[in-house]
Nanobody, 124 residues
């Protein structure tokens, strides 16, 4: 079992920055890759970024490449999502997820564990 707890969501203005955190715990927290997904109202949950747990490999969705950065702190078992130059279309509930499949385009169905989500709202 892997427990994921997100934090850091907030209401911000366009152009602002925000950092989300995903703290992982549990016996099986090793060997899983951590991904960020997001879901806007009325839309499907979409992939944002993934970080390999055993290396520094990272993959981003085209919509966030060059604006978002995923990173991890092994000592804290925490994965971060640094979001810069936020746009209104980034408004969504952001979820972190853990799965054992490494792929360039993770799908929600491939994830084994989910956090509860954190709301990010970008509005003036």
């Amino acid at each position: 079992q892997v427990l994921l707890v997100e934090s850091g969501g907030a209401l911000v203005q366009p152009g602002a920055s925000l950092r989300l955190s995903c703290a992982a715990s549990g016996r099986s927290s090793y060997g899983v890759h951590i991904s960020w997904f997001r879901q806007a109202p009325g839309k499907e949950r979409e992939f944002v970024a993934i970080h390999s747990w055993s290396s520094n490999l990272k993959i981003y969705a085209d919509s966030v490449k060059d604006r978002f950065t995923i990173s991890k702190d092994n000592a804290k078992n925490t994965v971060y999502l640094q979001m810069n130059s936020l746009k209104p279309e980034d408004t969504a509930v952001y979820y972190c997820a853990a799965g054992s499949i490494w792929t360039s385009n993770p799908s929600p169905a491939q994830q084994d564990y989910w956090g509860q989500g954190t709301q990010v709202t970008v509005s003036s």
